[in-house]
């Protein structure tokens, strides 16, 4: 929600580990005429005290919830805020855009650390991934890691290499190269280098970059963020929807940027998983009522770079709570579909022009298919997936359990 700001526009500064003297005339001039300057105690020191009159607020902890508080406050008068580099790159510019809307802000940005540290290494900047780890999980790194591919991860603090090191390596990038920029752009920029499986460098400074070049060891599982994993992947109690209709019912969903999926029954979370890494921005709810399985995706999702799956309880129970669930862009149903209401719940909250894909494998549950296809529409495909297996010297197909499914678009809200 935007708050409302009556002052004039809020200047967010980005400065650079050069200090005052990397800052162009505009960042200067807002500095010196600003009645509130905010920022880090970091950020504050490198402002000379004869260059800023204006009241030094340094940043709470956590920041986030006290900003509506902070700006409140200091309402009507002449804001800056100091930022790292590029304040709308993974920077305070964001959250206050969010809060204050865009039109009550002026942003007047330098390079961001990804800039610098394209141009110290001669990577393209356009074609390299950036991951920021900075308040969130150190895994989320992993469905970057592609043979081949240089990546570059914004650190939390000065553990964050080591760290990084250990993580390649339990995860078959243990011959990656690693880069160690630290406070780039300033004068005590320094750079450490090394591969992961051999990091023994101690912790320097906590403003760093990693720059990774990966290197895939090539007996390791590979794990792309093309939807159907291996199954060997996931580890759970069997409930799993396997890799071959995965990848077909994954592509039924059609996760976009930025889009929520319910996944009903999530068995091992295998679903909402690989929806999750078909982009970072992807969300996902999945739905489970035993304990140990809700332990098990999450833990599944952690291993497999999307922490940020949310895990709840049986899905009509978890609707009757308090709680809000927003209204999911896709649903899949993979379990209890001859649960009395279930369907009927999930199609009410799917919002209008959004997708239900639902699998099926006895004929009680196709049965309801047919007829929830017959009254809404969609497509209904049908799957049998053979395996190759020894029969003795020889070899045979195995078929596995045929998979009925049904997808369908939402065009309506009855």
Known sequence: MTAMWSGPPVVVAGIGADGWDGLGRSAREAIACAEVLFGSARQLALVPERDSVGERVVWPSPLVPALPGLFERYAGARVCVLASGDPMFYGIGVTLARLLGAAALRVLPQPSSASLACARLGW??????????????????????????RVLVLSADEHTPGQLAELLERNGFGDS??????????????????????????????????????AADLKHVRATRLPGLPDELFSGDGQ????????????????????????????????????????????????????????????????????????????????????EFPSPDAIFIGG????????????????????????????????????????????????QIYRAEPLGS?????????????????????
């Open 124 to 149: 393209g900047l356009a074609e390299t991934p950036v991951v920021s780890v900075v308040g969130r999980a150190l895994e989320t790194v992993l469905p970057e890691l592609v043979d081949g591919r």
């Open 177 to 214: 190269s690693l880069t160690v920029l630290e406070q780039l752009g300033g004068p005590a920029e320094r750079r450490e280098a090394g591969i992961a499986n051999q990091w023994q460098r101690p912790a320097g400074d906590p403003l760093n970059i990693v720059a990774i070049e990966c």
């Open 240 to 323: 799993l929807t396997k890799n071959e209709v995965r990848a077909l019912t994954l592509a039924a969903l059609a996760p976009a940027p930025g889009e929520l999926l319910w996944d009903i029954g999530g068995g091992s979370g295998s679903i909402a998983i690989e929806w999750c890494r078909t982009h970072p921005s992807c969300r996902a709810v999945t739905f489970e009522q035993l304990d140990q399985r809700r332990r098990q995706i999450a833990d599944n999702a952690a291993a497999l770079g999307v922490p940020h799956v949310a895990v709840h309880g049986e899905v009509l129970a978890e609707l009757k709570s308090p709680a």
């Open 336 to 383: 209890g579909l001859t649960h009395p209401g279930l369907f009927e719940t999930c199609w009410s909250q799917l919002r209008q022009g959004g997708r239900l894909v639902a699998n099926a494998v006895t004929a009680e549950s196709e049965s309801l298919l047919l007829s929830w296809a017959a009254r809404h529409g969609g497509t209904l495909r049908k799957f």
């Open 394 to 414: 020889f070899t045979t197909w195995r078929p596995q359990l045929p998979v009925t499914q049904w997808s369908v678009v939402k065009l309506h809200n009855a």
